[in-house]
Nanobody, 127 residues
């Protein structure tokens, strides 16, 4: 089992940047595929980006391509979401999620694929 804790959210002006962190405890993150999701008020939770446990494959939603980057630091057991050129429509609660998938190149983008979730961190982008 793994526990996930997000941090790094906050209030930023449009065009600014934030870096979210997802720290894992309990098991090594390298055995897990990880995704970042977001949920805005009145909307469904959507996958923003995801990475395979092998780290070789990634997915980005069209709305964030070229602006967001997912990365991992296995030594720190942490996954990051670097968000640049933020827009007001990026405002949402951001969640990281993980699913056990050792040595896999598969990327998971559905919420139902993930077994573990963090508590979420609020990102607000002002215009």
């Amino acid at each position: 089992q793994v526990q996930l804790v997000e941090s790094g959210g906050g209030l930023v002006q449009a065009g600014g940047s934030l870096r979210l962190s997802c720290a894992a405890s309990g098991r090594t993150f390298s055995s897990y595929a990880v995704g970042w999701f977001r949920q805005a008020p009145g909307k469904e939770r959507e996958c923003v980006t995801a990475i395979s446990s092998s780290g070789g494959n990634t997915y980005y939603a069209d709305s964030v391509k070229g602006r967001f980057t997912i990365s991992t630091d296995n030594a720190k057991n942490t996954v990051y979401l670097q968000m640049n050129s933020l827009k007001p429509e990026d405002t949402a609660i951001y969640y990281c999620a993980a699913v056990l998938a050792s040595y896999s190149k598969h990327v998971y983008i559905r919420t139902t694929s993930y077994a573990y979730w963090g508590q979420g961190t609020q990102v607000t982008v002002s215009s």
